[in-house]
Structures are given as C-alpha cells and as structure tokens.
C-alpha cells in the first residue's frame, strides 16, 4: 500500500508537544485531583500509574501505530488496514466521539475563560463563589457564546494546520503551561496549609478503595491520556516514518501523567487539607473561594485559570483535528471549510449543553437515574467521555487481534528501534490479554451497576 502525500509534524518535539497538549487538559487539571481527592489519595494515584502504563500505553501505542502506519485518521486508518471491512464503524464512532466530547468539554472549557476574565477585572469575593457559579451557569446566552468563542478559537488553530496552525501553537503553549504549573507549585508550597494538604493527597486511604476505584482509575487514565476515538492515531498519523514512536508515545505518557500529579501539588496546598466537598465543582467554586483567603489570591487566580485556559485549548484543537481530518482525507474537502463546517456543527451539538447547567430545566435535570438527575452534559460526558472511549480502545484492540494482527502492529511500533523488540514480548500479552480484559471487566460492571466513571 503507497502512503498518500499528507502533511507531516515538522519535528518529533513538534509531534510530542502537540500530543501532550491533547492529552493535558481539563481531566488532569480538574478531575484528576478530585478523584484522587475522593478515591484513596496515594493509592489511587499508584494505582493509576499502574493502569497508564501496563493498559494505556499499549492502546496509545496501537493508535499511533495504525496512524503512522496508514497516514490517516481513524476512518482512513481501518479502511486501508481492512478494505471493505465492517469494522470501519469503529473510525465513525471514532468521529462522532471527537465531535461529541468537543460539544461538551468546549462549554467547560468556555467556563475557564471567563473565569480568566474574572479574576483579571473583578476578582472573587469570600463565601459567593458558589452563588457566581450558579448564576453564571444558569445564564444561557453567556454560556453559548462562551462556547461560541472557544469553538472559534479552536477552529481558528485547526484552520491553520498541521504545522502552520497546531504545531506552531502547541509549541509556544506546551512550554508556557509548563512554566505556570511550576510556578504555581513553588508558590502553592509557600502556602500556610500546604503539607497537610499534600498529606491529605499522597496518604494512603484504604477505606475509600472499592471497585469503584478500579474504575474510575482507568475512565480517568482513557480520558486523560485521549483514548479510545482516534486523537492519537490522527497525531499519529502526521508523524514521519523516520520518527522513533516508541520513545515518542513514552514521553507523551509521562507528560501527561506528570501535569496530572502535579496538578494536585496546587489544588491541595490551596485547600490546606481534605476538601469539603470533593466534586466537580472543586475547581470553579471550592478553589475560587479558597483564592480569596491566601495571600496574593488574586494573581494566583489568574495564573490557574490561564492554565486551565491553554490546557483546554490543546485538547480542543486534537478533538476537533479528528474530525475535521475525516473531511479532508475521505472527502476530499479543503482544511478550510472542513474545519469552519465541524466547528459549526459541533457548536450546534454543544448548546443543550450550555443550556444544561442550570439555565433550562429541561436540559439541567435531562436523564433521571435512580433518585438523581443527570444533565444533558453529564448525560453526554457519561455515554462518550468515559463509554465510548472505553468501547473504542476494546474495538480497537479486537481489530488488532483479529484483522491487523499485533505482528504487523509491532513492525511499526518498534519501527528504527529494532535494538528494544524484546519489549514487545511484554506488550504482547498486555495487548492480546491484559487490556481487553480490564475494559470488558469496566464496561460490564458499569452497564450492569448503572454506575457512571465520575
Ligand atoms: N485528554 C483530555 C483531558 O484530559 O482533558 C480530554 C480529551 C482530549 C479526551 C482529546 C479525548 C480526546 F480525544
């Protein structure tokens, strides 16, 4: 099979930075250190370590694989891997999942920039943020257009590119957000409560390990390290032959799994201790109330949620690339209109979203289960952030098994770093075993328990 011209990263760094950036993002920054928080601090976090390397880092080499390998995105990849075959479902659930994750995380996502313009114009004030929250929530117009700006600036990037666009940005970003964490980590250890609260986050807490916690380390470790729906195997597929993939997918774990864990170096310190109510809100509510307590409040406000802005932003742009290279390689439609058209349309998927969280009741209590209410953004987060992906790595494995087989997944994973094939004896039992296993075990526990992953 002749690879297509396509255009490439133009260095491995390129690729490395854009690739973290995907997978940095909200879910290391906000619901990483919330369900650490909730779910047996240090052991968690062990735990978690375990499943990114022995369960993620076999799927995020597979994914990478298949994209280099073919030189397109999900729905390209399988059909040059298994012409004619059913299994090119598994590229349009690929697709339809970037889209649908976009919806959603792009009204979150929206919420960090006005967040940002908060703390830079007006500051918080003690004891209203859960009152600002909802009254910012529940006001519709405010939450489309927020999410009509962070669509747009997502597009605006994509527009550009491979080079031109994603990898020019990802390079000035990657190391700005690096530079904020650590700063804002220095900082955060200066705070009067730091060391209990970085206590609280690496003891160890037996008791609050059940299976639950299995799974919600590895929805948690899927979503975070941007599994399971194609982002990685379109990256992937922009990476030149010559690369080495196998370091190149190492570092990206490690990146992201490091902003992870630094991540509850700030959000801990700040709380001083066990948080009070260990929810989503954490970020938006707990922490903006804890900024107007400690010294220098202010600023540090603005810096975490310039932090939180650029961490969304890389991961927007890969969510929306996964479509958006779809149209142009199996449609053959330019960069431009591609990007304009899904941006347009994930926007219209995202404004029940926007008008889930509180401004519409229809909306905010969208799905009942049991004696709680889901909303249509929990629902959606539900069903593609932690199901889909979920599903989406299993299929994709099977296909490996079955129709790509691991022997020709290998030749181009360990492609120009034929010295370390010995390690494919370990991934091979991780991926033929060990991965399809844990997800069936996650997906069958969560259908028949009805239990979501956060
Ligand atoms: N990895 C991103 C995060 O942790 O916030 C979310 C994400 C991005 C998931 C891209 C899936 C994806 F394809």
Known sequence: MSAPQREEWNSVLGFILAAAGSAVGLGNIWRFPYIVGKNGGGNFVLLYLLIVFLLGLPVMYLELAAGRKTKRGPV??????APGSFWKFLGYLAVITGIAILSYYGVVAGWTIYYLFHSIFFGFESGNTSALFNKFTSNGLLQ???LFIFIGITTSVVFFGIKGGIEKISKVLMPLLLILMLGLI????TLPNASKGLEYYFMPRFSEMNTNTFIFALGQAFFSLSLGMGAMMTYGSYLKKSEK???AGFVVIIFDTAIAIMAGLIIFPVIGGAPEKASAGLVFVVITDLFTKIPGGQLLA???FLLLSIAALTSTISLLEVAASYLIDEHKISRKKATVSIGFITFLVGIPSALSQGATSFFTK???IGDKHLS?????DFAFGNISLALGALLLVLFVIFKWKFQNAKIEIFRNQEDKLWLSYILKPLV???VPAAICIVLGFIIFTGKTLS
């Not at 249509?376 to 959606?380: E, I, P, Q, R």
């Open 76 to 81: 390209g990849a399988i059909k040059a891997l």
């Open 144 to 146: 489309i257009s927020l």
């Open 186 to 189: 220095i900082y955060c250890f």
């Open 245 to 247: 993939l196998l370091n």
């Open 302 to 304: 603005i810096f975490f």
């Open 366 to 368: 969208f799905i009942k």
């Open 376 to 380: 249509f953004l929990d629902s959606f």
């Open 432 to 434: 033929l075993f060990a």
